[in-house]
């Protein structure tokens, strides 16, 4: 039953997409950070440009398949894009906060990062 009333809703199917493509955003950085030989500083980069990208983003950024769907719909009237709009932000602003508060154990590693060198590998000290 529930399943079903889920469907019904005009939104889900753009929600749907729309954490389709968060999660590409976030398994993107997954796989940078997992592996036998990252360090600890490729992890604090690594991290910290996911909360760049969040922070860039949350002014409402909306991949173009989730614009298309919201177009059709609001074409139809049958939903309303300000609060849609205001849930994303929402999300955005969740995202971050959980990102800050899981990775503030690692803010000591920003002395670290002149080890890398622009790929994120680390520099020859010699």
């Given at each position: 039953m529930v399943i079903q009333q889920c469907f019904c809703n005009p939104l889900a199917e753009?929600?749907?997409?729309?954490?389709?493509?968060m999660a590409e955003t976030f398994h993107s950085t997954v796989l940078?950070?997992?592996?036998?030989?990252?360090?600890?500083?490729q992890v604090f980069k690594a991290l910290n440009n996911l909360k760049a990208r969040l922070n860039a983003q949350n002014n409402a950024f909306l991949p173009q398949k989730v614009k298309e769907r919201l177009r059709a719909l609001e074409d139809e009237s049958s939903v309303n894009l300000s609060d849609f709009q205001h849930s994303v932000i929402e999300y955005y602003l969740a995202s971050i906060a959980y990102l800050d508060q899981c990775c503030s154990h690692l803010d000591?590693?920003?002395?670290?990062e002149w080890t890398l060198d622009n790929s994120g590998e680390f520099t020859n000290m010699e």
């Open positions: 753009v929600w749907l997409v729309f954490a389709h493509s940078q950070i997992e592996g036998q030989k990252v360090t600890t500083v000591y590693m920003k002395l670290f």
